[in-house]
Structure formats: structure tokens, C-alpha cells
């Protein structure tokens, strides 16, 4: 009996187990189908986020808010150089103004520097001290580049040149950006005959001005009106007096100080023990030979330091 009862529990076991198997059989596949999917799912799911990883929200496109965060930097990198930039436009402009304002100042204080040292043949030695520098005026300028003392840069020239004409030179001096201009003109005025040495002063003293107005940074030298000899003064048809110009040359240097100029009185470096120019120094009467030019350079620029 007890044989029998452990082969009945035998049996119902594998009862059991058959049911199992074709549960299992039964559904197998759908289960497998499922877990499949499941898988899948997951893998889909851990791909999608590998995939994202770096990427902010918004399916691919960039961080505006990193992008605006990089563009208001860069804004503020820029604004920040604009603004030193500006600030130092500023700075510069205003120092520069004052600079100009400086030297304008300086450049309208005006002055005498009398020179009466014989002139005399000597060695050329101030060149580099024209470097800024531009002489303007008549015959006795124009020998300075003609005997290659000085070149274009530095000469603004016209053998005829009067206080008239020179108004139209203005815009080539100023082309030449000088710190110091040097001015002789007066004498052609003269030879005229109809103006006085007073009235060449004053005509000298306009061009003055005119001068400080297109180029007030500019420091301006009225270079003396050299003398004449007696001789070339005799001449019939020579209108020029010495006599005018000695007046000339006198208001000048009454002036010098409301002109806003220095007024380089070199004159009497010229003259012989009459008062007129002295004939070693001239061939023509009026103007210079080239071996008393380094004198003459020599003196302008020592007034000029």
C-alpha cells in the first residue's frame, strides 16, 4: 500500500511537471518575445543617453544659455576694451589737447634774441637741429637749399617772394608739419618804393599771425631783414633803403612780444662800420656767399634752443 501511495505521489509529480512543460511550451515564445523587447528597450534606452551625454536639453542643439553666457563675456570683453579704448582715446585727446594748448602757449610767447657777433666763415654744425624745423622766405632762404645746406623738406622758398605772396605758401609750410618755422621776408616789399619799413613790419607781423593760425603748435622766428651794401643801395634802379630797413627791423623787435614771435635780430652781424652790409659777405649787394650760410645756420639755431 505504501508502494502503491509513493508511485500515486510519483505520478502526480509528474503531472505536475507535464503541466509545467506545456505552460511553458505554451507561452514560451511570447515570454521570450517580451523579454526581447524588454532588452531591447533597455539597450535603446542606455544608447539614447550615451548618445546625449555632453549634449544639453533640446535634442542636439547648442546651450544658448552657455552661448549667451560666452557671447555676453565676449560682449563684455569687448565693451570693457572699447571702453578702455575709449577711455584712453580720451585720456590721449585730452592730453594732447593740453600738449597743443601747452605748446601753442609757448610758441605765442615772443621774445628778442639779438646776435652782433661778426659774421665769419666757420664749419656747418646744426644740421640735425632743423630736423623739425622749416626756414620760409625770400633769396637769402632759398640760398640755404640752393648751396644744399638744407633740402625741400626743410626750405619753403620764392626769390621774389613778398609779405603778399607768402600767404600762399602757408599750406606748404604747414604740409611740412614743422615745430619751428623760421621767417625772413621784407625785403622785395621794400624794392617796391611805396612801403615803408614800418608798413613791412606790419605786413611781416600779419603773416605772423596767419602762420599762428594754421599752424599754431608751431613756434615762429622772425629772421631780421639783412642790410644792403651802399653800393647796391645807389643803384638807380633799386627802390630798397637801408634806412627802411633798420626801421623795419626796429618795429619788429617792439613787437616781438604781441606778435607771439621770437625776433632774431642777426642784422648787425652783417654790417660794416657805416651801417650797410659789409661787401665780403655779398657779391650781389643783398644777398649772402655761400661760406658765411654756416654762420648764419649756426646763429638761427642756437636762438632756437
Known sequence: MESDMAADNNDGKKIQLNRKMRLWNKYKNPIIGAVSVIVIVIAAVVVLRACSVGKPDGSGKPDNKNNNSTTMSASADKTEIQTTAGSTQETTASVND????????????????????????EEYSTNDL?????????????????YGYLGT??????????????????????????????????????????????DVAERIENLVAALKENIPSAKIYVVSLLPVTESFEAKSSVKIKQSDIND???????DATTMGAVFVDIADSFKD?????????????????????????????????
Open 273 to 305: 662800420g657805416s651801417g650797410y652790409l659789409n661787401t665780403k659777405y655779398s657779391t650781389g649787394g643783398y644777398n649772402l656767399n655761400h661760406n658765411y650760410y654756416p654762420f648764419f645756420l649756426n646763429k638761427l639755431a642756437g636762438a632756437a634752443k
Open 130 to 146: 632743423y630736423a623739425d624745423t622749416v626756414l620760409f622766405g625770400d633769396m637769402i632762404i632759398e640760398g640755404i637749399q640752393d
Open 98 to 121: 593740453n600738449t597743443t594748448q601747452t605748446t601753442a602757449a609757448m610758441a605765442s610767447k615772443g621774445s628778442v634774441v639779438k646776435i652782433t657777433d661778426p659774421a665769419d666763415e
Open 248 to 254: 623795419a627791423n626796429k618795429k619788429l623787435a617792439e
Open 153 to 198: 623738406g626743410n626750405i619753403v622758398s620764392d626769390n621774389n617772394l613778398t609779405t603778399d605772396k607768402a600767404h600762399n605758401y602757408i599750406s606748404d609750410v604747414k604740409d611740412r608739419t614743422p615745430s619751428k618755422i623760421f621767417l625772413l621776408v621784407g625785403l622785395n616789399d621794400l624794392n617796391y618804393g611805396t612801403r615803408s619799413g614800418t
